[in-house]
């Protein structure tokens, strides 16, 4: 090809040349499929490139480019959009009076862009309330940072009988931003609005990644404006910091594997190792990362096996000061925190009759919250949590363990309760009424109503985002790399919230990632037309994949914002009715 292309005249041939050892390097890893795309897309051009033709150029780019998309080559994509700039650059200035062909943004410039616009409305939305929260798990992550920070320990008031319960990642970080700012609730507050506005920028070039520039600013938009990352930026806990941690894994393997970089080892390397500090369930996404090294990445295997025992090494070395330290307290080895058994108990039906006899602390009957089906699948307390009261010889590894023997119990002798339950979190998850509902409490419709109507905003949000997400997936279904990567980290999300209890807030990460499928959604719902007659991409099946998945999601939907909260629907209906003036 490169000899062929040396032999032609024109504009573009250079930027061609540039590129065409990307390709190259796929041929020799045997990618048939792009090889074809490259084949089609070659031969369109040539014409115009012998000629000098720069608008046919152009045309025959445009064509080459929907066939080479079709077959998921991100690289090909690129090659074609670097010929079209060259091509653009090369034109002669326009005549006087005649205007010029308008520019594309550069991908610098839309990144910017869009992390500046998603900071500003982050902070905007911080600064609506600076409290410093004093009760809940806000409460017991404020004062382990703060205690961190003043070198009292690692301890707190609300908690104090557990010495593992809580990761320790989220108040280390908290003790950073006191050391670096003072002891500032605005402070924290700010810096995770700084870091959700890179998560945004990451999710943009992580759909740049997949699918082109379109994607990734379309990603990065939805990242910016979705409600439940906009809601966690206010608030002491975990999601924010987790989110752009997962975030950047997922970028920097992409990346990884796609070079020899140092960088990128010791960044994805690190930021795993510090992501299970900071949630000890990340633990579980770090074979998806092996997998994805190891069978996509465009390197020898001996540096594939090389790079994930070098990103095991970097994991363990910041993990592992911890777990030393959990293992000098209790006597045995516990990698980051207790609350695993604790958490899994919490998530059990109330009527089991294994859990008559087990007086564990934390399952406090008045601490449980039971949804309209009876099952206990959210532990809340409401206002301040009661002082509870522990034995003298109370003992948290112990504790946890029998919460985690409990939950096995229940599961394997009765398997069809069991199913039931995992069947009703899985509705819950894919509910499009993500975040709890705030209870309406002014009779003059004021501030509740101004609650009700964004609650419903966020229902029509999140239900687009989850049937373009289908969209964009089913799509993508034959692609391979980074889409197994991306649809690996929603695998792990989904099926812990399927083994522990739904709070749909644990789901943040997964939510943020389906933006860049919805984006891609999207884009492909724009050509549906032709989409649909690609017979050579089984075009109508992928489109009865998504008739059927969205069925599914619109009756979910249906269930729960009309049959479970029916009534508290037509109240807020009627609310919003009356704010609007329209009843």
């Not at 409290?131 to 809940?136: F, G």
């Not at 990734?216 to 002491?236: D, K, M, Q, S, V």
């Not at 859990?355 to 449980?368: H, I, M, T």
Request: charged letters at 15%.
């Amino acid at each position: 090809m490169q000899t062929a292309l040396k032999q032609l005249e024109g504009p573009g041939v250079a930027a061609l040349l540039c590129n065409t050892e990307n390709f190259v390097n796929r041929l020799r890893i045997g990618d048939n499929e792009n090889a074809a795309c490259f084949s089609y897309a070659r031969n369109q051009m040539q014409g115009s490139l012998r000629s000098g033709n720069n608008a046919g150029l152009v045309l025959a780019s445009e064509v080459a480019c929907g066939r080479v998309r079709r077959c998921d080559s991100a690289s090909a994509v690129g090659v074609w959009q670097n010929v079209r700039v060259t091509n653009r650059q090369s034109e002669p200035a326009s005549s006087e009076g005649l205007p010029s062909a308008p520019r594309r943004m550069s991908e610098a410039s839309w990144l910017a862009l869009l992390f500046f616009a998603a900071f500003a409305i982050r902070f905007a939305y911080v600064l609506t309330d600076l409290v410093l929260p004093e009760i809940n798990d806000m409460g017991v992550y404020a004062q382990l940072g703060a205690g961190l920070y003043s070198g009292e320990g690692y301890h707190s008031d609300l908690e104090p009988h557990f010495t593992s319960l809580r990761a320790p990642g989220f108040p280390y970080f908290i003790s950073a931003v006191y050391s670096c700012f003072g002891k500032s609730a605005f402070a924290v507050l700010a810096v995770q609005a700084l870091m959700g506005a890179a998560t945004c920028s990451i999710v943009g070039l992580i759909g740049r990644d997949l699918a082109g520039p379109a994607t990734g600013l379309i990603a990065g938009a939805l990242c910016a404006i979705n409600p439940e990352a906009l809601h966690w930026t206010r608030e002491f806990l975990t999601e924010t910091l987790f989110t752009f941690l997962l975030a950047l894994v997922v970028y920097g393997s992409i990346q990884l594997s796609k070079s020899r970089s140092g960088v990128w080892l010791v960044v994805v390397g690190v930021a795993l190792g510090y992501a299970t500090l900071v949630r000890a369930n990340a633990l579980a996404f770090i074979p998806f990362v092996l997998v994805y090294i190891t069978c996509f990445a465009d390197q020898p295997m001996r540096w594939r096996v090389s790079a994930c025992t070098a990103l095991l090494v970097l994991a363990a070395a910041v993990l592992t000061p911890w777990t030393i330290r959990n293992y000098r307290i209790h006597g045995v080895i516990v990698p980051v925190s207790t609350i695993g058994g604790l958490a899994l108990y919490v998530s059990l039906p109330p009527e089991n009759e294994n859990l008559k006899d087990v007086p564990l602390p934390l399952a406090l009957e008045q601490g449980r919250h039971e949804m309209p089906n009876g099952y206990v699948l959210a532990w809340e307390l409401f206002g301040h949590p009661p002082r509870q009261t522990f034995p003298e010889d109370f003992n948290e590894v112990e504790e946890s363990a029998r919460g985690r023997e409990i939950y096995l119990r229940y599961a394997m002798e009765d398997p069809l309760g069991f199913a039931e339950l995992v069947a009703v979190k899985a509705s819950l998850i894919f509910n499009p009424l993500p975040r709890k509902f705030h209870r309406i409490h002014d009779a003059d419709y004021g501030l509740g109503a101004y609650n009700v109507l964004v609650r419903y905003t966020s229902a029509i949000f999140f239900f687009g985002l989850f049937i373009f997400g289908a969209l964009g997936l089913i799509e993508k279904s034959s692609t391979r790399g980074p889409v197994v990567l991306l649809f690996g980290l929603l695998v792990y999300q989904v099926s812990f919230l399927l083994v522990f209890r739904p709070a749909l807030r644990y789901l943040l990460p997964g939510l943020v990632i389906c933006s860049v499928f919805s984006a891609h959604g999207i884009l492909t719902a724009a050509r549906l037309r032709s989409w649909v007659t690609e017979q050579e991409n089984g075009g109508r099946w992928k489109l009865a994949a998504w008739v059927f998945v969205s069925l599914l999601l619109t009756l979910n939907a249906y269930y729960h914002v009309f049959v479970l909260r029916g009534a508290e629907t037509a109240k807020s209906i009627a609310m919003i009715s009356r704010l609007l003036g329209l009843g």
